[in-house]
């Protein structure tokens, strides 16, 4: 599966710097521990949970787990009988044992260049712990779903972090996402709570938060859903003099001396409006008031292996979100790692990932895979593009960022405009740079390697999804050489194969179906509330298999290319061999298609365009509107 030998033409090599500390310092160790991973999982898995705190110790095999439908219900166990907490893993272990109170978890970088803030792990544990005892007052328990629907703010880690420190279930949803995608996500999930912020700024763009939230509450009453307590974060309102008892929300967390400035840039006046903040004080609750004189101890609820931590929705070929549901133990382990050994921390290292929490990529490599290893992460509010296009090479500079980790999309973008907004600043700083979200074509492969990281850095290119919890074909630093537009080797743990239409595996170089064979500690573990939907969709087609929905090719030297998802190809082959009555009716030219911002085509809305229906239903997860009217003018005209 893995090759004996490296090959040697054609790919790019780490510098022997970086080679030197590398936890994984060449492909021979890379091939030596990823045998290990697979032979002896028990042993490999447990000398990485030395590292971490148990309340009580697991008993029997490390994995337990079935995946093959046609021999009973699919499950994953990972080490079940132990008990442990994910917050006080992350924080309290780092603050008292290791001795990094003082060490910063987090700069957070406002949108407006300026608006900064930093938070050492100390501070974090405190700040957490006194929300946590916040949720306990508003009645929330072990088990329960907490919904969270933030910016990116300090705060946002903050009330993740609370709910798991009692035991409770975060779901967390974009601040991107309209009225209606959180109202289907607090009901799918049954939330008990929800957690606001008044507004935040994308740019030049103000995006009213509790307005929307109020809209998501109002649909849930009217679904004979009420939730009974919303807890709203003052992120943008203006600090005021005195205060009405109850029909407004308490003063904002910090000043924002930008909010009503008249702004001077390229000789244009810039207002900053106030954001608008309905206030219900049956339901809302004001953040700031709720922490004034809680204790900054809270101790921990202890957890089983297999409890829930968090649930995030994902987008269903149906147009229904699916809950993906990740569990305590595997998960942490397994982000812990993956952070450590593809990114290469070393203590020393300031790491900025510049995905939103909102997404898987937030949660695995923002919050728990950075502060389970005690790292300084950098927390950016903000777009790549404002209030201009060498923002994020401006940050990189500030902070002396070493490891980034950003999205084809992103690097794409920044790609128009050249190389000289980058080298207006110097990156000296960087030692590795890594992709995620979807497969990075090449041409952009080599300008991320040779304009940003100046033919310096390894490129990791990460392949995983939201049900995978963390990277399963990756690149690492120092160990793989790197060939542009591949996502290289598996991880430790994770069995790849590629199967043909029947099902067969293939051997050697071929193009079919991407599945694993065996489960990783961080896997999925159930659709949230739909058991049967996870088999269905991830273990029906294949029995025995996990089956990942994408394409994938491997060459002659072993690696994987991820190709896109099956579903979304259409064979295009002459009228004789597809035969007649497969032809399609009309054949439209789309120069681009609705995508989500993880790069799924949206195929719910081509039905709806190729019907001519303009009723398309919820938009919030598009990656690009215009597509949408694209799509319209090139329709067929004898389409129905």
């Not at 060939?483 to 071929?510: D, H, M, Q, R, Y």
Request: charge should be neutral; charged fraction near 25%; glycine fraction near 8%.
């Amino acid at each position: 599966m893995i090759p004996d030998k490296a090959p040697k033409e054609d790919v790019f090599h780490a510098g022997g710097a970086l080679k030197k500390n590398a936890h994984v310092p060449n492909f021979e160790n890379y091939k030596e521990l990823y045998l290990k991973s697979i032979e002896n999982p028990d042993e490999f898995w447990g000398d990485i949970a030395k590292d971490f705190y148990w309340k009580s110790k697991h008993t029997g095999q490390f994995l337990d787990y079935n995946f093959d439908v046609t021999k009973g219900e699919i499950y994953i166990k990972c080490m079940e009988g132990a008990t442990t907490n994910i917050c006080y893993n992350v924080l309290d272990r780092n603050v008292h044992e290791r001795k990094l109170g003082d060490k910063v978890a987090f700069y957070w970088e406002g949108n407006e260049p300026g608006d900064m803030m930093k938070v050492t792990y100390r501070e974090l544990l405190q700040q957490v712990c006194q929300f946590a005892n916040v949720l306990k007052s508003q009645e929330v328990k072990k088990g329960d779903r907490v919904s969270i629907y933030m910016p990116m703010v300090v705060e946002l880690v903050v009330a993740m972090l609370a709910c798991v420190r009692i035991g409770a279930v975060h779901s967390i949803v974009f601040a991107g996402f309209s009225a209606e995608s959180l109202c289907d996500r607090i009901l799918n999930s049954q939330c008990s709570l929800l957690i606001t912020a008044d507004g935040f700024y994308r740019g030049d763009k103000l995006i009213n938060l509790k307005v929307i939230a109020d809209d998501a509450l109002q649909k849930c009453r009217d679904r004979s859903f009420p939730v009974q307590r919303c807890i709203m974060l003052k992120h943008l309102s203006k600090e005021v003099e005195a205060i009405p008892l109850v029909s407004q929300s308490p003063p904002a967390k910090r000043p924002c001396p930008d909010l009503q400035q008249e702004k001077q840039r390229d000789g244009v006046k810039k207002i900053r409006p106030v954001p608008q903040v309905p206030w219900n004080p049956e339901v809302d609750q004001c953040w700031h008031s709720l922490l004034s004189g809680v204790s900054d101890e809270c101790e921990p609820e202890w957890c089983d292996s297999e409890d829930p931590l968090f649930i995030l929705y994902t987008s269903g070929s149906t147009g229904k979100p699916k809950g993906v549901l990740h569990t305590v133990s595997g998960y942490m382990l397994y982000v812990a790692t993956t952070f450590k050994l593809v990114f290469d921390y070393q203590p020393d290292d300031v790491y900025w990932c510049t995905a939103d929490i909102g997404w898987i990529t937030g949660h695995s490599y923002i919050t728990y895979g950075p502060l389970a290893n005690g790292a300084t992460s950098v927390l950016f509010e903000g777009l790549p593009t404002y209030p201009d296009v060498s923002r994020m090479w401006e940050i990189v500079d500030k902070y002396q960022v070493t490891k980034f980790y950003t999205a084809p999309t992103a690097i794409r973008l920044l790609m128009k405009y050249g190389s000289e907004p980058v080298q207006k600043y110097n990156r000296e700083s960087l030692k590795v740079l890594g992709t995620v979200g979807e497969p990075i074509n090449p041409e952009a492969w080599q300008w991320y390697y040779s304009v940003v990281g100046e033919k310096r850095c390894p490129v990791v290119d990460t392949f995983w999804q939201t049900e995978t919890g963390g990277h399963v074909l990756t690149p690492l630093p120092a160990a793989t050489p790197m060939k542009p537009g591949s996502a290289t080797f598996p991880f430790f743990g994770v069995v790849p194969a590629i199967l043909n239409e029947s099902g067969e595996e293939l051997e050697g170089p071929c193009e079919g179906y991407l599945v694993f064979k065996q489960p990783w500690p961080g896997v999925m573990r159930t659709v949230y509330g739909n058991h049967q939907r996870f088999e269905t969709t991830y273990f029906q087609k294949f029995p025995g298999y996990y089956v990942t929905g994408d394409g994938c090719h491997r060459d002659k030297d072993g690696y994987y290319w991820i190709t896109g998802r099956m579903d979304d190809m259409l064979n295009v082959s002459v009228r004789e061999k597809i035969g007649a009555i497969a032809t399609p009716d009309f054949i439209q030219n789309a120069p681009s298609l609705p995508k989500t911002r993880s790069g799924k085509i949206m195929r719910r809305v081509l039905r709806k365009i190729a019907r001519n229906e303009r009723d398309l239903g919820d938009l919030s997860t598009l990656a690009d509107s215009s597509v949408i009217e694209q799509l319209f003018l090139n329709r067929c005209c004898g389409a129905v």
